[in-house]
């Protein structure tokens, strides 16, 4: 969890703008390469194949839920990250706006060349003018995930177990 009220811009100039329906199939194949550190894939009775249709079919939904959510990251005229948020407006309740980092990615041919890092404060940028904390989850394995939302200021502040259930 991040309070980000305060956070201050980040220095990057890369474009993160909102994805178009025409470029969907893009962010889909993408999602369908990169995801290979999650649940799905470490539970050996779940096929491959299935599990990387799964973070495709996640992109697709999460567009056609809300297609404001769905962000793409650019560099001099090409798509080579993504980011899907889910906003909440709990200000009824608590007087807060929240926003959930529900799946984010950058393409392979860009991975390990330094935009995990400006993909994520540049989502944080955006944020921070529409909501007041951020929170997300991730899968322990993940570490290299742990270290930018430790970099950036994340607390920690409970864990989840996910099981799968076979019989």
Known sequence: MLDCRSLKNSAY???LRNAKENEIDLIVKMAEEIFRINRFHLDYKINKEKANKLHGDWVRNRFKENPENVYVLEDKGEIIGFYIVIIEDLNKYFGLKLSYLDLAG???????KGYDGPLFATMLDILKEKVDIVYTDF???????????VKFGFRFIDSKLSLHKWF
């Open 106 to 112: 950058v393409a392979l041919k860009y991975t390990g």
């Open 13 to 15: 100039n890369l474009r």
């Open 139 to 149: 899968i322990v394995e993940n570490l290299p995930i742990f270290n930018v939302y």
